[in-house]
């Protein structure tokens, strides 16, 4: 499936999906984690952390959880729509993650909750440069690690089909560290429709880290 072909997807699935995931479980409370460690961050300055949910879909599962007025991105409009109404604090964006439409050093965190796999697993390395391009030195990201290696489109999920890519979960920890990603820890939580699934935490490091932070 194209680009287009997984947003139309998405667009037909995404009343589907928001009303079979379960909106608690144990991935949401780690958020709660994330957000504590960057409260001890000095770097992060004043105030809530600003944070992006890449792949927020209906914004039940992650966005909801995020402090008031992070930004939920998503390739799906139709996700988009759902988000407005179960979030509507939020400043939702139409987009990709492997260009972001923001600028550099803007986020202090990022989530991305069974996102990545949906985009090709050969531009998965754009995807996590763009993670660290956007957030500021020292900022956060808690991802969904791929349990193996995978491509395929599987036909009747959520009552349509999806693609789903990725290259395995030691060359997906290989590309977070290579795109500026350290420190990764994971843990394992259940994922929206009841499974275990495992979660990387990880910070940005490297020379950027020395810089001063912006946020524009």
């Not at 997807?9 to 958020?31: H, Q």
């Not at 139709?78 to 600028?103: K, Y």
């Not at 789903?164 to 429709?193: K, Y």
Request: some cysteine.
């Amino acid at each position: 499936m194209d680009r287009n072909a997984v947003r139309r997807a998405w667009d037909e699935v995404a009343e589907t999906y928001a009303a079979r995931r379960d909106p608690d479980g144990s991935d949401a409370a780690l958020i709660d984690d994330l957000l504590d460690s960057l409260a001890g961050d000095p770097r992060g300055g004043d105030g809530d952390p600003l944070v992006l949910d890449a792949g927020c879909g209906d914004g039940a599962r992650t966005l909801a959880n995020l402090p008031p007025g992070s930004v939920g991105l998503d390739v799906s409009r139709r996700g988009l729509d759902l988000a407005a109404e179960t979030v509507p604090d939020a400043r939702l964006v139409h987009g990709e993650m492997s260009a972001l439409p923001f600028t550099a050093d803007r986020f202090d965190a990022i989530t991305a909750y069974h996102a990545v796999f949906h985009v090709e697993r050969e531009r998965h390395p754009a995807v996590y440069e763009e993670f660290a391009r956007v957030l500021r030195p020292g900022g956060r990201l808690l991802l969904t690690l791929p349990s193996g290696r995978f491509e395929t489109v599987r036909r009747g999920w959520m009552g349509g089909r999806m693609f789903f890519s990725a290259p395995g979960r030691e060359r997906t920890l290989d590309q977070l560290r290579a795109a500026g990603f350290a420190d990764v820890e994971t843990t394992t939580a259940s994922d929206p429709l009841g499974s275990s699934t495992e979660f990387a935490f990880a910070t940005l490091t490297g020379d950027r880290a020395d810089d001063s932070p912006s946020r524009p």
